[in-house]
């Protein structure tokens, strides 16, 4: 069983940064697959950006094309948490971000369905 809490949330103006935080229960070095999701109420919740273990000492980050050069992904897994440093942050970016994690190479990253562990949520809002 593996619990997710965020932190980092906050109003921002547009063209600002946040980092959002995603603190894992356990030993994250042992989560293969960590990603971050947002969602816009009415909508669907929307891949960002996920990190999966290639090796036992290495990852690869993968990017949705919205965020790719202005957002970054990483852990560290010494403190079992997780990051998404958001840059040059713009009012579409406003939502409610997600943390996932699953104790399995996911078959497809960008799916919601694919991951069993969850945080509750950060607000991010850009204002313009």
């Known amino acids: 069983q593996v619990q997710l809490v965020e932190s980092g949330g906050g109003l921002v103006q547009a063209g600002g940064s946040l980092r959002l935080s995603c603190a894992a229960s356990?030993?994250?070095?042992?989560?293969?697959?960590m990603a971050w999701f947002r969602q816009v109420p009415g909508k669907e919740r929307e891949f960002v950006t996920a990190?999966?273990?290639?090796?036992?000492?290495?990852?690869?980050?993968y990017y949705s094309g919205s965020v790719r050069g202005r957002f970054t992904i990483f852990r560290d897994n010494a403190k079992n948490t997780l990051y998404l440093q958001m840059n040059r942050l713009q009012p579409a970016d406003t939502a409610i971000y997600y943390c996932?994690?699953?104790?399995?190479?996911?078959?497809?990253?960008?799916?919601?369905?694919?991951?069993?562990?969850w945080g509750q949520g950060a607000q991010v809002t850009v204002s313009s």
């Open positions: 990190v999966r273990r290639t090796s036992s000492d290495s990852y690869m980050a």
């Open positions: 996932a994690a699953d104790n399995t190479d996911v078959p497809d990253y960008t799916r919601p369905a694919e991951y069993d562990y």
């Open positions: 356990g030993r994250a070095s042992s989560i293969p697959t």
